[in-house]
């Protein structure tokens, strides 16, 4: 009897742990529906930095990370027809970057389903963001550029930004 309860308490322990992923995961659907009803820039700021803090909150320190087989290589890379999965570029078995789909810091499994081919910039610039994340930095990317082509004050600010931003990168990559 004693077993009997603690298979019983550990499937409600189970079914509670479920039903917490379940509510987590629904409350992020949720956020990117609230992006929709976003009145004020104070609002998008206020999304930006709860993503973020879901996504450090998920993170899972420590977990050991495995080498893919040329095999499994063969397999993910086969997925795209030899192509990034983000930017469409045509890349090699040895030249591209295995992406996780679900970040291995959160959990994500080493398994052919959970990697997509990309290239290593695309790899690097998506880092560990959330896929929530990932829309909201598409939808600002795709916005900051209709602007930039308007030429307006604002395009030019956003412009001058950017390149001011990028050309610190580079020469940081230089250095390393």
Not at 6 to 25: D, E, I, M
Not at 85 to 108: D, R, W, Y
Request: hydrophobic share 35%; glycine share 6%.
């Amino acid at each position: 009897m004693v077993g009997e309860n603690t298979n019983t308490n550990h499937g409600v322990s189970l079914h509670w742990a479920l039903r917490k992923r379940t509510y987590n995961f629904m409350k992020k659907k949720f956020e990117i529906k609230l992006l929709r009803s976003i009145k004020v820039g104070k609002g998008l700021i206020k999304l930006v930095n709860n993503l973020r803090l879901n996504r450090r909150k998920d993170k899972i320190s420590n977990r050991k990370r495995t080498a893919l087989t040329k095999k499994q290589r063969e397999i993910i890379l086969a997925k795209t027809d030899s192509h990034c999965h983000m930017c469409g570029i045509e890349i090699a078995l040895n030249g591209f970057q295995a992406n996780h789909v679900k970040p291995h810091s959160t959990g994500g499994n080493h398994a052919e389903n959970n990697y997509l081919p990309s290239c290593a910039t695309c790899n690097k610039l998506r880092a560990n963001y959330s896929s929530e994340e990932i829309q909201v930095v598409l939808k600002l990317g795709v916005w900051a550029k209709s602007k930039v082509l308007d030429r307006s004050d604002l395009a030019m600010e956003i412009a001058n930004e950017f390149v001011k931003h990028d050309m610190k990168l580079r020469k940081r990559r230089k250095k390393n």
